[in-house]
């Protein structure tokens, strides 16, 4: 067995025992021949992962801000009330166990929850007891578990449609069997695709970095991984069309001779691997993955599907790799590429899967179709999820440059005056801003958008957000662990209306600090939403604020700081 | 290799192709301070302290190799501010009591928040408790001190090459764990290795920690202060009229009262200029003039604590936090991770000298109520100075002093500021 299946191995304990023993963590270590603590620091990065035994159904309940709004306290009472269990508690119930766990990829259909793994969606106290008493019967958890359909609300004209067209396997695929590497990669380079995850990277430069690498092997990787809650856009990809990206995967092979590809799929969607199993398997039947593909000489290629096990970093490029090589998913610095250094060290492309899936299409269809639609710098079309307070939650596909105003009407919202683009990473925007347009040039987005209405909190989205960060940074660098667990607490003194005009000044001045030195991605842009939220919602944040006092005079919470003691006294007199 | 040529902040510098940039700015007689940065190591870039730009980007400079014509900023004010930050974000994390840790004076954390003057945190302590774990054959590893550079995991392996450190969960959560199957196999060389590399007290080997005395330690050594006597202070500044000085112990142990008085014969000087007012030196009890300046010592850990606090806020002009436990709750705030109840019980009812079957926690509308934790001043009432040690040195209270009252100039020598 070597390093990189351990999470696979991992899985198997977890799912067959239920947890992680010592006894398998010392045998896996003896295996590896590495040291236990090492092995249970991979174990205990990976929050599926247990160290403790678990109830035979083990139940994860999305805290994500839209579950929060859509009655995720109710469901969580709900959940502890039928099963007599308490959230993040072990040993109580043979049956259950209870979890919370950050965005499930369902925000379409909240309060959502996965028990061993498979999606119950639309919760209500009055389902949840349903479903805990079905399981209590004996009844199969397949058969009442919800289906999940990705509901396209939205597809341009024929013409303009990109992803969400009729899909033959194989179409993309032919146009290799006459053509060359180069020739490929020039019509991926004159289309502008760019990371669709959210960076913007050109995707034809990165594959021509690793065309260009004398890497002895080359790897391909899917990043399947959409933790950003809010996001669920990839979601409906690999559902709908999973054949699409696959083939997008084999083009980036084709031009970069890669012989290898990896699907990183997040955990949250185990219950789309056996579709994305039999894809793979077809597209061997067909040819189109295995040895000599499409009967090009010497053009090998095969997939294989990674698990991951509960971690939002791991949707950064490095520390995917990282997780790969089964390892803590800490991002690596940022000196090389993965295109220099990838995975086990050789050259290798991630990218996410629309990336892939529009790769595909622009072969299939010609980079001047795909050059037709859009704006100068972003062509074709993008995948939107949208969820939060709106008549029409689900999948969106828009021509790049449509503005938040179109966007609004088409999902139908409801007095919207709080809008999260992508993800608590992303940024916010006002209603001043509503004639932006989603775009390279003005607003970029990585394909989630959230909508909220006058009557939500905008501190309880920011804290939702920040507590979030702090538990999902790696722990590797100091800004990210402790800023944003310091930034969290800030939070929490605003709620308890102790905050003044210095406070409002400290979190600009200390997100920038967290922005300016992290370590990835994740450090990098965790302060974005509450500092963007403190300039564009202004009033609300006032409103907020408590005069400094005259004498110099800090907010001080008596009634709080003695509480405790009142307490304690009163319980220990006679 | 061939020697390049690049610049740090506008100065041009030379060094070998590919060599690090720290120990390339090093050469050339700029520090760029680190603490996860160790030799030749891989370059970690955990601690993030030596943050610089290169080209207008923000990067840990210990990830960057030298390379021609590369434009870095090392000193700019955005970029101190910047290291300043990130220290005093591993200061609030942990719960670093310099006092009595071990390797205090040969803590290489200590000694960058001297060389960067950190008087006090901008962020406030996050107290959390921490786990002490002394099951290890040789090492200690001690969690209220550790700032999670991962040193100890690449310079520390057994001879058949196990690591022996690694890290445990994530996020907020993440704890550095010592195998202890591997950490048998370390020589005793080795062991004390990691416990020097450690740049902090994190890591600690049984028996080895105390090894040299107060003065003599790492970083002690310096150029002695020296302190100009009160009575050569120009008495024109202050128009011939005396300036009112008012002192308190709070939350404290009196000792940087004790270290007020150890100006000695100066204290005679002293009374030609100033006068007191309320202070437990003259046991004037209440204020009864304005006064220039309140002196506290102490945090704030009682409703009493706290109306002193607010009293001297209405009644001084100037607020100087004097010592560990005025700045940020010091030795008291060592409950702080410690829930109240568990404190009581243990001074009241557990004790030794308690009654058996004690069950009464004394109680009378006399006696303070005892907070939830351990406040800093600056979290009660707007202060303006900070002054730290345990106790500061007194050269260093009186000429903070002076400098405020009487625009002396101040030097604070290298010995003299503390934070134990």
Known sequence: MDRSSLLNKLWEYQNKEGYISESAISELAKTLKVSTTEIEGVVTFYHFFHQQP?????????????????????????????TGCTFGAYNENPLFSLFETSCIGLSDQEPAALINFQPFTNLTPKKVRKIIQQLKDGVQLKTIS??????????????????????????SLKKLQNSSASKILNFISRSKLAGRGGAFFPTAKKWQYCKESNSSKKFIICNADEGEPGTFKDRALLENNSGLFIEGMIIAAFITGA?????????????????LESTLQEFHNKGFLGKNILDIDNFDFNIEIQLGAGSYVCGEEKALIESLEGKRGEPRIQKYFPTEVGYLGYSTVVNNVETFAKAARIIELGSNFISAIGTEKSKGTKLLSISGDIAKPGIYEIEWGTTIRDLLKLCEALSPYYIQISGPSGSCINSSEFDRKICKEDLSCGGSIMVFNRSRSILKIQKNFMKFFKTESCGVCTPCRAGNQILYEKIKKFERGLC???????????????????????????????????????DYFNLKISPLHENQHVEFDMETAIQEYDSIIKETQL | MKNVSFKIDGRTCTAEKGQNLIEAAKQNGIFIPSLCHFKQQNPLGSCRICTVKLNNRAMAGCTINIDKGMEIEVNTPELLDTRKAILEMMFVEGNHFCPSCEKSGDCQMQKLGYEMGIRYTRFPHLFVERFIDAKAERIVVNQNRCIKCKRCFEEIQTNDGYQVFNFLNKGNKTV?????????????????????????????????????????????????????????????TNNGQKKRVATTSLAGCFGCHMSLLDIDLGLVDLIEVVEFNKTPLTDIKKFSKRCDIGIIEGGVSNTHNFEVLRAFRENCDILVSVG????????????????????LNEAYLNSLTSDENESVIPNHEDIPKILDKVYSNHEIVKIDYHIPGCPPNSNHIWNVVKNILFEEELTIAYPEFKYD
Do not use: H
């Open chain 1, 54 to 82: 678990t109830g035979k159904f083990i139940i994860y309940l999305n805290n994500s801000i839209v579950s929060e709004f859509k009655g995720f306290q109710q469901i969580k009472a709900a959940f502890e009330k039928e």
């Open chain 1, 146 to 171: 919800s289906t999940v359909t990705s509901k396209i609300q939205y597809t341009p004209t024929d013409n303009k449609t990109v992803f969400f067209r009729n899909y033959i396997p194989g179409n």
């Open chain 1, 259 to 275: 012989t290898k590809g990896f699907i990183y799929l997040r955990a949250e969607y185990t219950y789309l691997l056996k579709k």
């Open chain 1, 500 to 538: 003044t005009q210095n406070d409002i000044d400290e979190i600009k001045q200390w997100g920038n600090i967290i922005q300016l030195s992290s370590r990835c991605g994740l450090g990098k842009s965790s302060p974005n939403s509450l500092v963007m939220a403190i300039a564009k919602f202004e």
């Open chain 2, 176 to 236: 550095v764990t010592v195998d202890y199957e591997q950490e048998a196999k370390l020589s005793e060389s080795q062991a004390e290795f990691a416990m020097q590399i450690c740049p902090t007290g994190s890591i600690l080997v049984k028996g080895k920690s105390v090894s040299k005395p107060f003065g003599n330690r790492m970083f002690d050594q310096g150029i002695e202060g020296k302190t100009i006597p009160f009575n050569k202070i120009n008495k024109n």
């Open chain 2, 324 to 343: 560990e436990c005025a700045i940020w709750g010091g030795l008291p705030a060592l409950r702080n991770t410690i829930p109240l109840e568990d404190c």
